[in-house]
């Protein structure tokens, strides 16, 4: 089995995937002052990212299925072929950073082979869908993140207002998981 298929069938539920390795954070946490504080800009830091990638991906881009919209090549798509999945990344580290579990570092990282499997599908669907645009896009911008701007600038296409109502079952989550990871503060 390829990548890309197996990075379909993880896109199709990757709303429950993340559950265990939440579980096995909260399981062990041990938060101080200190790492919450830690946790909780590195999350901010994700979701803001995020918003930002949300605002210039637009509806199209938030799709359960195998729809592919037109190129998101503005905002944060200027360094990152993938600035959702690096937001992803950057909150799931404050959320381990948070639980200062050593062991809940494991959880970013198997997270992060789970998302390069899902972009391999992605990948594969937007050349299929874009083929020459998307080839050169992929030639000039990094798959994760490189400093220095790749494209020209594009503008949004939707309202910040529009961005938050797409992330908020997003946004929901992670404050519901910082939560159970503060509150075994003390414990």
């Known amino acids: 089995m390829t990548a890309a298929r197996i990075g379909r069938a993880l896109f199709r539920h990757r709303g429950w995937i993340p559950v265990p390795g939440l579980v096995f954070m909260a399981t062990l946490a041990r938060p101080s002052a200190a790492s919450l504080v830690l946790g909780a800009v590195l999350c901010a830091l994700g979701a803001v990212l995020r918003l930002w990638a949300v605002r210039h991906l637009g509806p199209g881009g938030r799709t359960r299925g195998d729809e592919v919209g037109p190129l998101a090549l503005g905002g944060p ?106 509150a075994r503060c003390g414990m």
């Not at 896009?137 to 938050?164: D, E």
């Open 77 to 182: 798509y200027r360094w990152s072929r993938n600035p959702c999945y690096v937001g992803n990344l950057l909150l799931w580290s404050g959320l381990a950073a948070a639980a200062a579990a050593p062991a809940g570092a494991v959880v970013p990282a198997l997270l992060g082979v789970h998302w390069r499997l899902v972009i391999a599908w992605e990948e594969e669907r937007l050349t299929a869908v874009h083929g020459a645009s998307y080839r050169a896009f992929a030639s000039r911008v990094p798959r994760w993140f490189a400093p220095g701007p790749r494209t020209p600038p594009a503008p949004p296409r939707v309202s910040p207002m529009a961005a938050l109502r797409s992330e908020r079952s997003s946004l929901a989550a992670g404050v519901v998981a910082w939560a159970l990871i503060a």
